[in-house]
């Protein structure tokens, strides 16, 4: 599998990703991985019909993709992973997934959440998976589109700390 962009956005499949992200990346595959999508049928029914032509959208929870990972039939697919959250992909990373570079497209505000950016909310879980992957060494990058100037998260964590 070739990890061409590993995004955190909690919409997953939509306008920014279907039009621009699919494009500058030239993946064949979106791989959306979440627990909570995957265990709903009308879910993972909407998120493949919003897929672009010719792009090939799979839904599954964050241990199915450790399972196929590794799978022959995966070799040489350049691939998008989507995630709502930094936890999944810390957990992908732990299981030994290699991912180099995250970006955050949006994490939406909810109840316990605090923004950091217009459209980033982040709670303790959030910032302490975004530190580990940062101990790791993968680059986290804020970002709504590919013209978008390149913000390090971690960065702005620590301005709003």
Do not use: C, Y
Request: a positive charge; proline letters at 3%; zero cysteines.
């Amino acid at each position: 599998m070739d990890i061409k962009l590993a995004r955190i956005d909690d919409r997953l499949v939509h306008g920014q990703v279907v039009t621009t992200w699919t494009k500058i990346t030239g993946i064949s595959r979106i791989l959306v991985v979440s627990d909570e999508a995957a265990g709903s049928d009308l879910r993972k029914f909407l998120l493949k019909q919003a897929s672009p032509p010719g792009v090939k959208t799979n839904v599954m929870t964050v241990e199915k993709l450790i399972e196929i990972s590794n799978h022959s039939l995966l070799d040489n697919v350049k691939v998008m992973l989507l995630f709502t959250n930094p936890t999944d992909v810390s957990q992908l990373v732990k299981a030994g997934l290699p991912i180099d570079k995250v970006n955050i497209g949006g994490m939406k505000f909810s109840h316990g959440k605090k923004m950091i950016t217009n459209f980033v909310s982040v709670d303790e879980t959030d910032i302490e998976a975004f530190k580990f992957l940062s101990q790791q060494g993968i680059e986290l990058e804020i970002r709504k589109v590919p013209s978008d100037r390149k913000i390090n998260l971690i960065d702005v964590l620590k301005k709003t700390e």
